[in-house]
């Protein structure tokens, strides 16, 4: 059954939301962490803010760079791909008409049916056939490094502030347990949003994500507290 267009819609509106959310878990994780372990060593709020901040930088621009060389390793695969392609039809239009047809044939038409659908299509738009229909290229998928950098650094700047907020307000006496418990709260509901929107079960992925959030807080609070007492 072809997917409708409003599925498709869908499917790229999850794909966005998926990277958001796991964008935004890394900020909250990491950035909590880093905060907890701080604060266990017992520092000034000022300390903790300006230790939460760095990596907020840090973690974002690491994120956004990433991101950014591997969508641009994409996007010149599939440049060289277009490229290929491009000259596989100046040098032998026949047997890529061919070729397309019997990617038509595959997708249930008949044969002569398909030759002329692949026909009327190489005299309209040759390369944009072959891209979309040989290569699978398609408009929501091309590989944008600029959007994906920015998106990735955006998402993990939310999550990494949200521990930051904590701290601004949070008494200071008590900034190890609250960052810790309303990050790991943040971190389940971000782990029921992300299994909502990809429709598999909530409860799973809220105590997996939050799980790990747990671990990585206990560990840093326990060598900031070891740090705290030794240096
Ligand atoms: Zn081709």
Same mark, same amino acid.
């Given at each position: 059954?072809?997917?409708?267009?409003?599925?498709?819609?869908?499917?790229? *509106?999850?794909?966005?939301? *998926?990277?958001?959310?796991?964008? &935004?878990?890394?900020?909250?994780?990491?950035?909590? =962490?880093?905060?907890?372990?701080?604060?266990?060593? !017992?520092?000034?709020?000022?300390?903790?803010?300006?230790?939460?901040?760095?990596?907020?930088?840090?973690?974002?621009?690491?994120?956004?760079?990433?991101?950014?060389? !591997?969508? =641009?390793?994409?996007? @010149?695969?599939?440049?060289?791909?277009?490229? *290929?392609?491009?000259?596989? +039809?100046?040098?032998?239009?026949?047997?890529? +008409?061919?070729?397309?047809?019997?990617?038509?044939?595959? *997708?249930?038409?008949?044969?002569? +049916? &398909?030759?002329?659908?692949?026909?009327?299509?190489?005299?309209? @738009?040759?390369?944009?056939?072959?891209?979309?229909?040989?290569?699978?290229? !398609?408009? =929501?998928?091309?590989?944008?490094?600029?959007?994906?950098?920015?998106?990735? &650094?955006? !998402?993990?700047?939310?999550?990494?502030?949200?521990?930051?907020?904590?701290?601004?307000?949070?008494?200071?006496?008590?900034?190890?347990?609250?960052?810790?418990?309303?990050?790991?709260?943040?971190?389940?509901?971000?782990?029921? +949003?992300?299994?909502?929107?990809?429709?598999?079960?909530?409860?799973?992925?809220?105590?997996? $994500?939050?799980?790990?959030?747990?671990?990585?807080?206990?560990?840093?609070?326990?060598?900031?507290?070891?740090?705290?007492?030794? $240096?």
């Amino acid at each position: 059954m072809g997917r409708t267009h409003k599925e498709s819609h869908r499917a790229e *509106r999850i794909g966005w939301l *998926r990277a958001a959310v796991l964008g &935004a878990n890394d900020g909250i994780v990491s950035t909590s =962490s880093l905060v907890v372990g701080v604060a266990a060593a !017992s520092a000034l709020r000022s300390e903790v803010l300006i230790a939460g901040v760095a990596g907020l930088v840090a973690g974002a621009m690491s994120m956004a760079a990433g991101e950014y060389v !591997s969508v =641009s390793s994409q996007a @010149d695969t599939e440049k060289a791909d277009l490229e *290929r392609e491009r000259t596989e +039809l100046a040098t032998d239009a026949e047997f890529e +008409l061919q070729e397309l047809a019997s990617i038509y044939v595959e *997708r249930g038409l008949d044969p002569a +049916l &398909a030759k002329e659908v692949a026909a009327q299509l190489m005299v309209h @738009d040759a390369l944009g056939a072959h891209a979309r229909d040989e290569l699978g290229f !398609s408009e =929501s998928t091309v590989a944008r490094p600029v959007q994906a950098a920015l998106a990735s &650094a955006a !998402s993990f700047t939310a999550g990494a502030a949200l521990p930051l907020v904590v701290v601004l307000l949070a008494p200071e006496s008590s900034l190890v347990i609250a960052v810790s418990v309303i990050s790991l709260i943040f971190l389940a509901v971000l782990g029921v +949003l992300a299994a909502r929107a990809g429709g598999a079960p909530a409860l799973r992925a809220a105590v997996r $994500v939050t799980f790990w959030g747990a671990l990585a807080m206990a560990l840093t609070a326990g060598i900031g507290a070891l740090f705290g007492t030794v $240096v």
